[in-house]
């Protein structure tokens, strides 16, 4: 026997052998048996951590669903007490001060009908100021929304155009500039609403008695209302997440915690509130739940009217709703760094820190996009090229189809979609995963501001296109009337811009690299899925890896030029 070997005996009741092993051998063995073990144990582990965070989804969106299907029961609604139902109409001083504000930026296909719409509400006209709050880098617009103006005003409407030759903070400096005015001062209330939100006339009534005798109530929100949710695929989808995020999240938080996150449009604050909470600030791209949190902290109560609804639109392509996307998703991260220091030196209840911290911030925010992407994107694929890789079928099948019910069961109509919305969401778990982790380590997109390219669209209940057309016969000789000899020159590219010009250009689709590598990774470990037999697995690749592919080569929703 070789002094360089070990024997090993291995003792049994019926018989005995003797193993010769080198000793460099086994040395290189025992470490690969090391290493194998280490991986084998993380790889485990990570499996486990995905079960975890499957029951703890499941078990929020149960919740969620008990108040959901609670409020719906009881039929309840937030009241308003029987004297303080309305206002005198013969007497315009029992009506409030409000501002309204229209913050727009180079928004030529929907500045007409938002400046319409909210020149049209119902509310005396000396007791409202309407703000349209410009931040256009395009100079024709400029003249063609500061023009619009004019044209209500010299009708008798209340209503001023503002625009900043200093254009810092995005939405929220636009918005703090605006609150800066001297005037601001003499108005109670403010409503905030975007420039392709068409409110109807009586939203300011269904909106602002619900602060009268409640001191302590800093918002009212209403729901958004889609003119364009049957336009393609790709709005139909939109349309299913956003119903789950109104009728569920903000009715079921609004009425159980009297919190939410402002939705940035489509609500009335009370001034004082947003005073008292610190103004709007430009330290995150989402300025709306920025100011929410931390009026919260103040104490402020919030309530969400479901049965107010505001017209608006949903992005036609996905470049655009991509971008934005991302910028809901960053701006969370960014938003809790910045905060959690104020949440947990806040007075208010353990609870509320608790619902703040792990719910509003680390679940929803932060680790849903985490989940769907680690397992759909990652493991999925890879336990078909790891032999001792397995996740149980009712974490990639069960689980995922429930939620989905859940979420599609306030819009029933879209019950047809329910696979491709299931394996789009899982599709777009790869830009909120990487907008989630840009804006958590402030990465350079975490700051990237796009505003959501819009088409115009009007519902056709619209009462106020008389007045678009009206506005339209002689806005011509009103914008010559107004500028000076200097400014004919900008006259004459305002009529090359209204001039209908017939483009040679064809759109094109785009090409999303990360997502037609993800449908390679998905597709090869579908194909290998097949040879080893592994039944729905297949399946679920195979249609992920399509969807994948779909979205990588842009064929969902409008083309951009």
Not at 360 to 374: A, D, E, G, V
């Amino acid at each position: 026997m070789a002094p360089s070997s070990v024997v090993v005996t291995i003792d049994k009741s019926s018989n005995f052998s003797l193993v010769e092993v080198d000793n460099s051998e086994a040395s290189v063995f025992l470490e690969k048996q090391r290493t194998a073990s280490t991986k084998q144990f993380s790889w485990l582990l990570l499996l486990k951590a995905q079960r975890i965070l499957s029951f703890i989804q499941s078990v929020d969106r149960f919740i969620l669903g008990i108040g959901f299907f609670w409020i719906k029961f009881k039929k309840i609604k937030p009241g308003i007490d029987v004297d303080d139902r309305c206002y005198d109409a013969e007497d315009p001083l029992s009506f409030p001060m409000v501002l309204v504000q229209i913050p727009m930026c180079n928004e030529r296909e929907v500045y007409q009908q938002s400046i319409a719409a909210v020149c049209q509400l119902d509310w005396p006209k000396e007791r409202i100021l309407i703000q349209v709050l410009d931040d256009s880098s395009d100079e024709v617009i400029q003249i063609l929304i500061r023009n619009e103006v004019s044209l209500w005003r010299e009708k008798g409407v209340n209503i001023i155009y503002r625009h900043r030759f200093v254009r810092t903070g995005y939405k929220a400096g636009n918005l703090h500039s605006a609150m800066a005015c001297d005037y601001v001062k003499n108005y109670e209330f403010v409503a905030i609403l975007d420039a392709d939100f068409q409110p109807n006339p009586d939203f300011l009534l269904l909106t602002v008695p619900h602060f009268k005798g409640k001191p302590d109530l800093g918002l009212v929100q209403a729901r958004w209302s889609f003119v364009n949710k049957d336009e393609n695929l790709l709005t139909r989808l939109q349309n299913i997440n956003l119903c789950f995020h109104f009728e569920v999240e903000q009715q079921v938080n609004g009425h159980f915690l009297n919190f939410f996150g402002f939705n940035g449009t489509a609500g009335v604050w009370r001034i004082k509130a947003l005073e008292e909470s610190g103004g709007w600030l430009e330290r995150t791209t989402v300025e709306d739940m920025d100011i929410a949190v931390r009026a919260h902290l103040n104490g402020w109560k919030f309530i969400y009217l479901n049965d107010v609804r505001v017209l608006c639109e949903l992005p036609e392509s996905y470049e655009a709703y991509k971008k934005q996307q991302h910028r809901w998703h960053s701006g969370p991260m960014q938003l809790f760094r910045l905060c959690l220091p104020a949440i947990l030196s806040s007075k208010i209840s353990k609870w509320k820190k608790a619902n703040l911290i792990f719910l509003f911030f680390l679940l929803r925010k932060m680790i849903l996009p985490f989940y769907s992407f680690t397992l759909f994107c990652v493991i999925l694929p890879l336990t078909m090229f790891i032999p001792e890789a397995e996740l149980p079928i009712w974490v990639i099948c069960y689980v995922p189809v429930t939620m989905s019910v859940l979420n599609i069961l306030p819009s029933p109509k879209s019950f047809p979609f329910l696979m491709p919305y299931l394996l789009f969401e899982n599709t777009m778990s790869v830009t909120k995963f990487n907008a989630m982790i840009s804006g958590l380590f402030q990465l350079g997109s975490a700051y990237e501001w796009v505003v959501t390219k819009k088409t115009g669209r009007s519902s056709e209940s619209d009462l106020l296109a008389f007045a678009e057309r009206e506005s339209k016969s002689f806005n011509e000789e009103k914008i010559q009337r107004r500028l000076s000899d200097s400014g004919l020159e900008m006259l004459g590219k305002l009529k090359e811009q209204e001039t209908p010009v017939v483009e040679n250009e064809k759109k094109k689709n785009r090409i999303y690299r990360k997502e037609v590598a993800l449908a390679f990774l998905l597709l090869t470990a579908a194909a290998r899925s097949l040879l080893s037999a592994h039944g729905i697995h297949f399946y679920f690749l195979l249609f992920q890896g399509l969807s994948f592919l779909v979205v990588g080569l842009d064929l969902i929703g409008e083309q951009v030029n």
